[in-house]
């Protein structure tokens, strides 16, 4: 609150006269599709409002029902109002071509400027949005709605007038927050690549001129506080030092890390008794303070003292918990008192961010408050997902990266801008916080590329970085970790840990592995190596030439050194060898490209896999394909090896330039590795493949591939021997009663691992909750009756239920085939069916199914596990195709060759997980009732099918014709009130 009571007697001259705040409301989000119905505006002098300006305007459609009880405006208030082009003619008159302020002014000047006129109301638009971020970086909201809130400046109601009288109350505010950054800093924002044209800027260096005045005005010593003359620069407050700021940060961080259970010295574990378990969970015991309601559930306690008994024996677990058994307390709780009993850090890896927020935001603080002790956690994740602070020193500095975003229509000067406002709010961030990440920065990363604030972890500098190891955002994290009681992670940081001999992580014994049916899946992906067209390309765009990029920024830095001419030499030559390797595997990806006649059809649109097995490498397109690899291993060789000796040279007189140049150019060693693993194929660890398309223009999106073929042999020879205790949970690992497929997948059944494997039951009323439905005559999906059938199936099941149907497709062609054909039909009958296109976003996806109640989707695997949609929201679930894997997929193939049976080991059990995952979206809470229905009739027919019925969560199945499944389903929700 000091911000709001310095706001009453700040003044800001310029910045606060001649400035119009404005705010829209609008018939929906869509620029294409929607309609201005109010806009309102105020002009500012000081604090005061001199001037206002609103009208209703009439979007000459209905307002719909949301827009009305979002905003309260009617179709009565709208009725005779001017049409948008007059509202904005007015508007312009009012603003005059002064600046306009408003949050998140993208959205509000899209639809002015869309109405004939629009673009004359003013040509300078200040987005108070992202200014906020970077004058008020810590803030967990930049919601116009919070931080009015917060400081007091009104409430904000969804009406455009009170919107304006909230952000005229902000401005002063937000201009008090960039005030507050550190000294310098806004003279370093402000002189940024100043051939850009940001908006941000004259505002930054003006305050920085105020700033510099007040430091003049009240004096500075001449000395800092070790008496050491003070630079010209330092005193005039024009000097800026990120390293020195996050030293004083980081100074009161003190942490200690806890013990390696697997150090010889330290004394052996303490167990945690069945008893302790078993009073947590009574009242009133820790458990019951957590939450204002609890029940005990016998599966839950269950379940806790199961994680006790492995982290007492130093053995793992499977454990198969159904949905609704609060599995993430049964865990946490053991876990929690193992590590403080024992002075050790345990570990909990989730597959979803869902999960991982869960847990930090809800069930640790809840924890944390209930024991006597408290509980010390923190969340820990990958590389890409914290500021290199020397990676934004360089992006302040040198050549914009804009050729590594796609502009989609949009000008070079606003996509620089976002970069510009991404290093800002960065700098800020990283000046007022010792931790965090990039997830909450609200960066636009459609117009910012990661590569150009982050790093990968084999790009990491380290010692060689001035940042390492304490400033450093991503290595302080780690250090943090290594004092806490629980680390929260996922899967793919503890996999990469796992490939980087434990170098990411803290020595972390005991692990819980949730959503462990993800797992497998998971490390398969990140142990890959692939050779990408788009990270090709990203890499040598960083790296550059003599004109761009890192070489360049060295050939600048070096004209002024005393060896400038052995160096430029040297940075002439590299720069050439570079753009010889950027040329030959330029090359190399046509010859990749020209690999596709190899590759069989799998009935998708242009998208193809080539299974690279030994009957392709003895074909003439192969041998063209290696004769082309060639050149390029020779020439990534040789760049590789100009790069480093330049570096080398570049490192006793320059050691920044060395660094960044080396930094720039790893990627060169490890793009010249995995092209001689794929191209010599002879590590029978991996299954090799391309993933090609049949149209020259998208080689862009071509790929060659290795990847890991038997993960739980990875995991038994890297990983679990490292381990004392792994509990693996998820809803979905178990085939029937049977763990033998998981087991096998994570390694358990590799060596002589102790382990054990337990299912408990869901604590809801599946039997009476959901009813489950097998159409047993449905064609079989290779028969040419079979769309036919089963769009008629679909129309009679959506209309039945009346909307909210989820059905979930193996296949897009089937699925936007059905789409076109029942949207119309459905449309007739007063249901609104969605469909997951090509270029829709999941999650927007997800948001407007869970916003429309009566709303039906056909969507793809995204939405097969992990969508949560509780209530009527969502009533049933279809899912029309047994998910087996393609029969094409090279890891398929790869395992067939090798192994007897690979269909009914790996296929089989895999697709009744995924099924089972699916069947799991419609239950969600225990008041929850629904209806599955099963369209394969592959589950009654063939022998493999019961594998799947007796996985339900229901195993009460009807089995009906398709023409009778309607009234069965009518009669079905009469008698358990669905």
Not at 598 to 605: E, F, Q, R, T, V
Not at 795 to 810: A, E, N
Not at 935 to 953: H, I, M, N, Q, T
Request: charged share 25%; with cysteine.
């Amino acid at each position: 609150m000091e911000l709001a009571e310095r706001a009453e007697h700040e003044s800001f001259d310029v910045l606060e006269d001649d400035i119009v705040v404005l705010d829209t409301e609008t018939t929906g989000l869509s620029f294409k599709k929607c309609s201005l119905i109010e806009i309102s505006a105020a002009k500012l002098s000081g604090r005061e409002i001199i001037e206002r300006f609103q009208t209703f305007v009439d979007p000459g459609c209905p307002i719909p029902e949301e827009i009305t009880t979002l905003t309260s405006i009617t179709d009565e208030d709208v009725k005779g109002a001017p049409s948008a082009k007059e509202a904005v003619a007015a508007l312009a008159e009012f603003v005059g071509g002064l600046p306009v302020l408003a949050h998140n002014a993208t959205f509000d000047r899209t639809f002015i400027e869309r109405v004939p006129g629009g673009t004359s109301v003013s040509d300078t638009w200040i987005d108070t949005l992202s200014l906020s971020r970077i004058a008020l970086p810590r803030l967990s909201s930049h919601k116009l709605s919070s931080m009015a809130e917060a400081f007091g400046t009104m409430k904000v109601t969804h009406r455009a007038s009170d919107d304006v009288d909230a952000l005229c109350g902000m401005w002063r505010i937000l201009l008090l927050g960039l005030m507050n950054l550190p000294r310098g800093l806004l003279a370093k924002l402000a002189s940024m690549h100043d051939n850009v044209e940001w908006k941000f800027r004259p505002i930054f260096s003006y305050l920085s001129q105020i700033k510099e005045k007040e430091v003049v005005q009240r004096g500075i010593a001449r000395k800092d506080a070790t008496g050491a003359e003070l630079a010209d620069a330092e005193i005039s407050g024009t000097f800026f030092s990120l390293k020195d700021i996050r030293s004083q940060l980081v100074a009161d961080a003190k942490t200690k890390a806890r013990r390696d259970a697997d150090d010889p010295e330290t004394p052996a574990m303490l167990p945690i008794s069945k008893d302790e378990i078993h009073r947590a969970f009574a009242k009133p015991g820790v458990v019951s303070q957590m939450y204002d309601k609890f029940e005990t559930r016998s599966e839950q306690v269950s379940m806790s003292v199961e994680v006790r008994n492995a982290l007492v024996t130093s053995s793992h677990r499977e454990l198969e918990a159904g949905t609704g058994i609060g599995k993430s307390i049964a865990y946490l709780l053991p876990e929690a008192l193992f590590a403080q009993k024992n002075d050790v850090t345990v570990g909990i890896a989730t597959k979803t961010n869902a999960l991982t927020d869960q847990l930090v935001t809800h069930d640790l603080p809840a924890l944390a408050r209930a024991l006597p002790n408290g509980l010390s956690f923190c969340s820990l994740k990958g590389y890409e997902h914290y500021p290199c602070l020397h990676r934004v020193d360089r992006a302040a500095l040198e050549e914009l990266p804009l050729t590594l975003i796609d502009q989609e229509g949009r000008s070079s000067n606003s996509v620089a801008s976002d970069m510009l406002t991404a290093i800002a709010v960065i700098y800020a961030y990283a000046c007022q916080s010792a931790d965090g990440d990039l997830d909450a920065l609200g960066i636009r990363w459609r117009s910012v590329p990661r590569e150009m604030v982050t790093i990968k972890a084999a790009e990491c500098l380290r010692s060689k970085c001035p940042y390492y190891p304490h400033e450093c955002f991503v290595h302080g994290a780690r250090k943090r970790a290594g004092s806490s009681d629980v680390v929260v992670t996922n899967h793919s940081l503890l996999l990469r840990n796992v490939a980087a001999d434990g170098k990411i992580l803290p020595p972390i014994r005991h692990w819980v592995i949730d959503e462990a049916h993800g797992f497998e899946a998971e490390a398969r992906h990140q142990w890959a190596i692939e050779i990408s067209a788009k990270e090709m390309r990203n890499g040598f765009e960083l790296l550059g030439g003599i004109k761009s990029g890192a070489i360049h920024a060295a050939m600048v830095g070096a004209a002024n050194l005393e060896d400038s001419t052995l160096l430029t030499g040297l940075l002439t030559r590299s720069a050439a060898a570079v753009q010889r390797a950027m040329a030959a595997m330029g090359n190399l990806m046509v010859a990749v490209h020209e690999l596709a006649p190899l590759a069989k059809s799998d009935g998708g649109y242009n998208s193809l896999q080539l299974w690279i097995n030994d009957e392709v490498r003895e074909t003439k397109e192969w041998k063209e394909f290696l004769e082309t690899a060639s050149v390029a291993l020779s020439a990534l060789e040789e760049a590789a090896l100009r790069i480093g000796k330049t570096t080398e040279a570049l490192t006793a007189s320059a050691p920044n330039l060395a660094s960044n140049l080396s930094e720039s150019g790893m990627f060169l060693s490890t793009l010249l590795e995995s092209l001689k693993l794929i191209c010599d194929g002879t590590d029978k660890s991996y299954v090799y493949s391309a993933k090609l398309t049949r149209l020259k223009r998208d080689i862009g999106s071509e790929a060659l591939v290795a990847e890991k073929l038997d993960i739980g042999a990875e995991l038994a020879e890297k990983w679990l021997p490292e381990t004392h205790s792994v509990v693996f949970t998820s809803a979905t690992i178990a085939v029937g009663d049977d763990f033998s497929h998981f087991e096998h997948a994570v390694g358990l059944d590799r060596g002589s691992f102790e382990h054990k494997s337990l299912h408990l039951d869901s604590s809801f009323d599946y039997e009476n909750h959901m009813g489950v439905f097998v159409a047993e005559d449905m064609p079989t999906p290779t028969d040419p009756g079979y769309l036919d059938a089963l769009e008629k199936l679909l129309f009679d099941v959506h209309v039945q239920m009346g909307g909210s149907v989820l059905t979930l497709f193996t296949n897009r062609r089937d699925m936007e085939r059905l789409y076109e054909a029942l949207e119309p039909r459905l449309s007739e009958y007063g249901l609104t069916l969605a469909c997951q296109e090509r270029s829709s976003s999941a999650r927007r996806i997800r948001e407007k199914f869970l916003a429309e109640k009566n709303l039906s989707l056909f969507a793809l695997k995204s939405f097969w596990e992990g969508f949560d949609a509780a209530g009527d929201t969502l009533r049933c679930v279809v899912i029309p195709k047994l998910p087996f894997a393609s029969p094409n997929e090279p890891l398929v193939k790869e395992r067939e060759v090798r192994e007897d049976r690979a269909w009914w080991r790996y296929s089989l059990p895999e697709a009744v997980i995924a099924t089972k995952q699916a069947a799991g979206r419609l239950i969600r809470s225990a008041e929850d009732k629904g209806v599955l229905v099963l369209a394969d009739s592959r589950l009654v027919s063939k022998r493999y099918g019961s594998s799947f019925l007796k996985s339900l969560p229901n195993k009460n199945y009807q089995c009906v014709s398709t023409k009778n499944i309607s009234g069965q389903i009518a009669k079905w929700r009469e008698e358990h009130d669905a």
